[in-house]
């Protein structure tokens, strides 16, 4: 069944939050603190050893309760159960929405068109395992006999950041197995990968779910090219292996039958790395750590699935969202983890979020008079602090951001990170807090009168600066699956209330189709006339320069 198509600006909810936010002059965090000797709990969600504070943001109790019933109003308990039921929920590509089979361990069935997807996505986890134990114990072999001692993953999007984004983010529980990852087109990323590996202990994974994307499909070419150097066309069994939809294609490319991991085109690109498009990581970290990965996610699964919405984590990350999109004007969030391992934490729930929100056009085909698919973007703390935080502090921008922080540590310098958490409770802190005039007159004291003036309004933070603290106990396999679960499911809740269709990207198309057209104009000597004025000049400019 499709998804409902309720315009959310026409809910009461809607109408009560607008008015809500035209009405308070400003919410002030730390009155609002003052006021409630409970916020701090009310605004907490502990569900085991998983911390979301959300009690420093720009909410009142009524602000929360309509945005619950804005959740309520639009049915998004219809929208979770028939996302887990598979309903074909991306209706524009006619395709159920199942990324949540790929990590059941409910033991039931789920059905698709009749047939149990369960019995599938099992027996791919139990290649993948296979292959995982016989690469990582040296039992399978290149083409000279030798043990795999580098991994190199080529894909790009989906087929990238997510296995890209775990294998270093479990960089701790990682095996001896070197780990690379090609995905640019351009081809100094294939190059500096390649030049110092040995193709004779090489394993590549090419990962493309349609097998036709251009850049994997160039650099998988390339790749090829350079290890048929040393190796013949019948050794490629034993140093390649893919994973795609598009098994014609994968043969069609030389790869082995046997070598082949499947996937569905009901599972998203941008929410494939619980699928084989994760092999990669299974192969980094053993089949043990990612199965405990995938228990993870499962966890929030039925957590998101069975909560009630005003208890739901998800629900709120996602409603706190439309609160500052669509009422209080802001354009960006950051995502802010105080761990150097989830440095591409951002990256990846990038893509995630603004593949699947940035849509102008709602369920029925009509434009949307509301903003949708925030501009989600980050890095690591403390890094980021050295870099944009002085925007964050003192900037004119609204921007709510997300803290993430491991209560311990995965290595032994505990006073690095006594650090760590002293710095990013600090910044939440200081977001909300600010520093009055008055303080900084104070801090200024001895200097003369005109001087403290003169510098006063520059030193001034205004603070009261939303920001959403996750704390986990560790980054273990198993808390990273429920970090990105439950970030998954925040991005399902804002496209269902925003009312679009969440898991198609027709927006990535436009570029493609145009690049496919100015190729033979660049490699060949066709002039270029049949575009804009702007780029036949530019694609005349690189030619009379090109040297190559
Ligand atoms: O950027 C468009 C896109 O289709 C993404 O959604 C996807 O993750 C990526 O390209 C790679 O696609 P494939 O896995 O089919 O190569």
């Known amino acids: 069944m499709a998804l409902k198509n309720i315009n959310p600006t026409k809910t009461q909810a809607w109408k009560k939050l607008s008015d809500a936010y035209n009405s308070t002059s ?25 911390t979301l504070d959300f009690s420093k943001n720009r909410i009142t109790d009524e602000i929360f309760q309509y945005l619950i019933d804005l959740a309520n109003e639009t049915d998004l308990a219809d929208g979770i159960q028939k996302m887990f039921s598979g309903d074909k929920i991306n209706e524009t590509e006619n395709r159920a929405v199942l990324h949540t089979a790929l990590r059941s361990f409910s033991g039931k069935e789920i059905l698709l068109d009749g047939t149990n997807v369960m019995l599938e996505v099992k027996e791919t986890l139990e290649k993948m395992k296979n292959f995982t134990n016989d690469v990582v114990s040296g039992k399978f072999k290149g083409y000279t006999g030798k043990s795999i001692t580098d991994i190199v993953n080529i894909g790009i999007g989906g087929s990238d950041l997510g296995p890209r984004m775990v294998v270093d983010a479990l960089q701790y529980y990682k095996n001896h197995l070197k780990t690379h990852f090609i995905s640019n087109i351009d081809g100094d990323h294939v190059m500096e990968t390649i030049k110092n590996l040995d193709p004779e202990t090489t394993l590549f994974i090419i990962v493309s779910k349609t097998f036709t994307t251009q850049e994997t499909l160039t650099n998988a070419l390339t790749v090829k090219k350079w290890f048929l150097q040393s190796a013949k066309e019948s050794d490629i ?30 599972v998203g690109g941008r929410y494939s790395l619980s699928s084989a498009i994760g092999l990669s990581i299974m192969v980094a970290v053993g089949a043990k750590h990612f199965r405990e990965m995938l228990e ?19 629900v709120i990350l996602g409603l706190l969202g439309i609160w500052y999109a669509n009422f209080m004007g802001a354009q960006t969030e950051a995502i802010l983890p105080y761990d150097q391992n989830l440095q591409y934490l951002a990256s990846y729930l990038q893509q995630a979020s603004m593949e699947s929100n940035g849509k102008m056009v709602d369920r029925s085909g009509k434009k949307v008079t509301y903003s949708t698919g925030s501009i989600l973007w980050g890095g690591a703390g403390t890094n980021s602090q050295h870099s944009f935080f002085q925007l964050l502090h003192q900037g004119t921008h609204l921007i709510p951001c997300d803290f993430i922080i491991a209560a311990n540590p995965t290595h032994h310098l505990g006073h690095h990170h006594d650090l760590l958490v002293a710095n990013v409770l600090a910044q939440c802190e200081a ?10 007159r104070e801090e200024l004291a001895g200097q003369p009168p005109e001087k403290i003036e003169q510098l ?20 273990t396999p198993y808390n990273l699956g429920r970090i990105i679960a439950l970030y998954e499911h925040k991005i399902f809740v804002q496209g269902y209330i925003w009312n679009i269709f969440s898991f198609d990207q027709f927006g990535v198309e436009l570029g493609k189709q145009l690049a ?13 006339e049949k575009h804009d004025a702007s780029t036949n000049n530019l694609l005349l400019k690189f030619k009379s320069w090109k040297t190559y």
């Open 26 to 50: 400003t919410i002030e965090m730390k009155s609002l603190f003052r006021q409630d000797n409970n916020r701090k709990e009310k605004y907490t969600i502990t569900y085991n050893n998983f």
């Open 237 to 266: 069994k034993h140093n390649f292996v893919a994973v795609s939809t598009n098994l014609s294609k994968v043969y069609e490319f030389g790869i082995d039958k046997d070598n082949v991991f499947t996937m569905w085109d009901w």
């Open 296 to 314: 993870g996610m499962h966890s929030v699964d039925e957590y998101f699935r069975t909560s009630p919405l005003e208890e739901n984590i998800s």
């Open 431 to 440: 977001l909300m807090r600010g520093k009055s005039a008055d303080v900084v």
């Open 456 to 475: 006063t309004p520059f030193k001034v933070f205004t603070g009261n600066r939303p920001s959403t603290m996750i704390m986990i106990d560790k980054l």
């Open 516 to 528: 496919k057209a100015i190729e033979p104009e660049i490699t060949g000597h066709e002039k270029p």
